[in-house]
């Protein structure tokens, strides 16, 4: 029997990667009180939003804003998007606890995301590291590398081609690098498959794991992941989101699911999923009639669930 | 890294798990052409109805003429569900490959859906297997221990209750035992667990896992059951079904997702999951608003997805 992470971390990213996939602004108020009681529920890791110029993303224009409020709640570490060194210092200048740069492996998605191929994403990491590093900031930098499984655009990505891009991401100046499987291509043999050797490359710079929930395989992704070792995913409350540039894309793992399953398997969240399930109802009520997903809302948790206690905290 | 089984064998449960909750009545031709078609994609196990009394499930009052249909494709082994000496004797008579007695390892559960405790259900499989070998039948007697992770009237199940009921049921005579996640309490930690224990007891008589989707989680479980060696699941296509005794239970893990997933990670199913798509869509019009989930059918299969070649056959 294989050991699993006694901890887990999970990020939000709803209001992020699910937010800027769909059409309802949600206001400002709104998206901190999600934050709020995120934090009221047990998290400690929120991506707030993205530095991206508001006229691409007019939902996410209020970003700055929703970071300046997060860093009121104690223990919440806050985390935003940025797609350039632009972005980046405005991160910077905002006193982000961490900033993810997106680096696509497939060059097609990358070009239509970013307008950039992926090692002049590399070199900007380069320019965004020496940035961060002159200012004497403390914010941490993250390399994603999305479509790690395959690309609705260009199709196949190779797994040597994701390697390369994560070593060189580590080597660029990246504190630390993730995988995303950005369309949902992934299954759990790949991920074993693909993950295992990007530990053994990034070792305890290695973050995150972000799976889209597109083809349903979200959850059994995430045990794969877990199996080998790793502590921390993104998910998205309701499931909500997409990818503005991959047709077909559902959002991510659903939180409220995550944290039940991960709290089943006796892996500590410190994250509460009935008070989870709860701001569900609020937010899908605040987004009206957008696609949600997810399953544990319709049946509620189990009579015999019982949360693992979290200790000293999460 | 843990070996996959190279060869699963999927087994549709959707005409009677997933039809005996759905009030819309199918007509016994749709029923035949879904057999029919399901075979076509390549599945060669179909539990085609039950041997209840007509009075209590009018949907699957036609089992005897669905298995007559079924029987007559080449290849096909189909299995029928019984509740009772009564009819395991009907399944006997109609020819079925496989004949499933439920036993429910929560008492509470048993009383409700067959009004007899789990140590009189044993009872009745020693008096259905004395009926077998008298009758010169080659009919499998499989014992699928239901709510084996929980119930939703009793709460905790122990897993020293499902062991020794499993014991029991190879004891009395069962051919084959498998076990079932009847309301969806299941988590992949618990199922490792159980699983383990039960094939340490069962070896090659354990047949197949069921898992019902109703917390999201029935494809990570899988995923868990797969890596200790279990070659054989039940699903539903659209995941429909529930429990009628287990208020809040949904179907099954929906047939196609559970095929993609497999083949995705080169478990060989001898089933064309497009083909399966089709006829999702064919059986979701027939049941017209009745509740349906899964989710591969919103984004269709990746442009990368390979099906793995079934080689000699299914």
Not at 139 to 149: K, M, P, R, Y
Not at 228 to 244: E, M, T
Not at 279 to 305: H, M, N, Q
Request: one cysteine or more.
């Amino acid at each position: 029997m294989i050991a699993l992470p006694a901890q887990v971390t999970v990020r939000e990213v709803g209001l992020r990667d699910g937010l800027q996939s769909i059409a309802t602004v949600l206001p400002t108020a709104d998206k901190c009180q999600w934050v709020r009681d995120a934090h009221a529920a047990g998290m400690r890791e929120i991506e707030v939003g993205s530095f991206v110029p508001p006229t691409l993303v007019p939902q996410l224009a209020d970003t700055e804003a929703v970071l300046a409020s997060a860093k009121r709640l104690p223990g919440l570490f806050a985390s935003v998007l940025v797609p350039n060194l632009r972005g980046a210092e405005r991160g910077l200048d905002c006193g982000a606890d961490l900033l993810l740069l997106p680096l696509s492996a497939s060059r097609a998605h990358s070009l239509a995301n970013l307008r950039r191929t992926p090692d002049e994403v590399l070199a900007e990491l380069s320019r965004i590291r020496a940035a961060r590093d002159s200012a004497g900031s403390k914010t941490l930098l993250e390399c994603g590398i999305g479509t790690a499984f395959g690309c609705t655009l260009q199709g196949e990505v190779t797994a040597v081609e994701v390697l390369r891009l994560l070593q060189a991401a580590l080597d660029a100046g990246a504190d630390r690098v993730s995988l995303a499987d950005t369309v949902g291509f992934a299954d759990p043999a790949a991920v074993t498959r693909l993950f295992e050797a990007a530990l053994r490359i990034a070792g305890n710079r290695f973050w995150c794991g972000h799976f889209h929930d597109t083809r349903g395989l979200a959850l059994a992704n995430v045990h794969a992941a877990l199996q080998l070792g790793v502590q921390r995913f993104d998910a998205s409350l309701a499931g909500i989101g997409g990818c503005p540039q991959a047709p077909g894309a559902s959002g991510n793992v659903a939180t409220e699911d995550l944290v039940y399953m991960l709290e089943s398997m006796g892996c500590k969240t410190g994250i509460d999923p009935a008070a989870l399930l709860v701001l569900r109802g609020r937010v899908t009520r605040w987004l009206g009639g957008e696609a949600t997903y997810g399953a544990l809302w319709r049946a509620g948790l189990p009579r015999t669930f019982r949360r693992v206690l979290a200790g000293s905290g999460p």
